[in-house]
C-alpha cells in the first residue's frame, strides 16, 4: 500500500471487480487509489469479522488513515471497519487538512442487505432451480440484457456468491445499524430493486451535519458500473472539501458488460 494512496477501495470478492473498474478508474485520474480485495481459504468459512482483519492488517501498512469506499457487499465490509476502528479511518483533530471519510454505495441501512441475500430467499421461499434465480438476480441487479450477456453474468453472480464473506444458504446474517463518526456519503440508484429509495433513505435517520445521500437516476443496482463518470463527480465533490484542490471534467468510456 503506497503512502501516497488516498482512497481504499474495498471489494468483497475478486470476481465482483469487473463491476467496480470504470469508476475506478475514473477516479485515478485524479485521486491515487488501492483496491483491496477480500479472500478467504477454500477449507475455512468466510465471515465479515475475518475480513475487516485482514483489512486491518492491510491498512496497517499505512503511516495515516485514509478514505474508505465500497459497493454492495465491499461497503459492508467498509462500514464495518470504519465503526471497529474509527481511529484509523480518519486523523485527529489536529490535522483538520486530512479528515478521512466513508463513502458507501448500494448498501442499505441495514448494511448485510445485500443482493446475497436476495438470492438466497428466492432459493428458500419458491420452487425455482438455482439457475432461474440467478436469471432473475441479473435482471433485479442490471436490467434486461441480452441472452448471451444474461448466461455471462449468471456465472459471474454465483462465482460471487462462493466468496462473498456475509451469507450463505444455511445462514443469513444482520450487521448493526447507525452511522459512523468520520464524514460519510451514501449512494444508491434510483431503480435498484435490491437497495431502493426507501432503504437508502433509511440512512437520514443515522446522519449527521456533513453527511451526504445522493441517487443515480438509473443504473440499477450496480449503478456505477453504468454511469462511472456522474458517480466519480459526486464523489470528488464530497471530498473536495476536505483535501481536494482541484477537479477536471472527462468523458466516459462505453465498456462492455462483460469484459
Known amino acids: 500500500m503506497s503512502n501516497e494512496t488516498d482512497i481504499v477501495w474495498i471489494s468483497s470478492s475478486h470476481v465482483s471487480q469487473r463491476f467496480d473498474r470504470p469508476l475506478l478508474e475514473y477516479l485515478s485520474q485524479y485521486v491515487n ?37 465500497g459497493h454492495g457487499a465491499g461497503g459492508a465490509i467498509a462500514l464495518t471497519f470504519a465503526r471497529r476502528y474509527p481511529q484509523k479511518v480518519r486523523c485527529s483533530s489536529r490535522e483538520p487538512r486530512k479528515a478521512r471519510s466513508l463513502v458507501l454505495l448500494s448498501v442499505a441501512s441495514q448494511p448485510a442487505n445485500t443482493w446475497h ?74 431503480n435498484d430493486s435490491i437497495v431502493n429509495s426507501p432503504a437508502l433513505k433509511d440512512w437520514l435517520k ?41 477537479m477536471l471534467k472527462s468523458q466516459p468510456v462505453d465498456r462492455n458488460l462483460t469484459n
Open 33 to 69: 487509489v488501492d483496491q483491496w480485495e477480500y479472500h478467504h481459504h477454500l477449507d475455512k468459512g468466510s465471515s465479515i469479522d475475518e475480513a475487516v482483519n485482514f483489512l486491518d492488517e492491510f491498512l496497517s501498512q499505512s503511516s495515516y488513515p485514509v478514505n474508505l469506499a
Open 117 to 190: 441475500v436476495y438470492y438466497y430467499l428466492q432459493r428458500k421461499l419458491f420452487t425455482m432451480s438455482r439457475r432461474q434465480v440467478l436469471k432473475n438476480c441479473v435482471r433485479h441487479l442490471f436490467g434486461e440484457q441480452s441472452q448471451n450477456t444474461t448466461k455471462k453474468l449468471m456465472g459471474i453472480l454465483y462465482r460471487d456468491l462462493e466468496q462473498s464473506p456475509l451469507h450463505s444458504l444455511f445462514k443469513l446474517i444482520e450487521l448493526p445499524q447507525g452511522g459512523v463518526s468520520m464524514p460519510m456519503m451514501v449512494c444508491g440508484s434510483k
Open 206 to 246: 443515522e446522519f449527521k451535519p456533513g453527511d451526504i445521500l445522493w441517487e443515480c437516476p438509473k443504473g440499477h443496482h450496480f449503478f456505477h458500473y453504468f454511469y462511472p463518470q456522474q458517480v466519480g463527480e459526486e464523489m470528488l465533490s464530497f471530498w473536495q472539501p476536505y483535501y481536494l484542490q482541484s
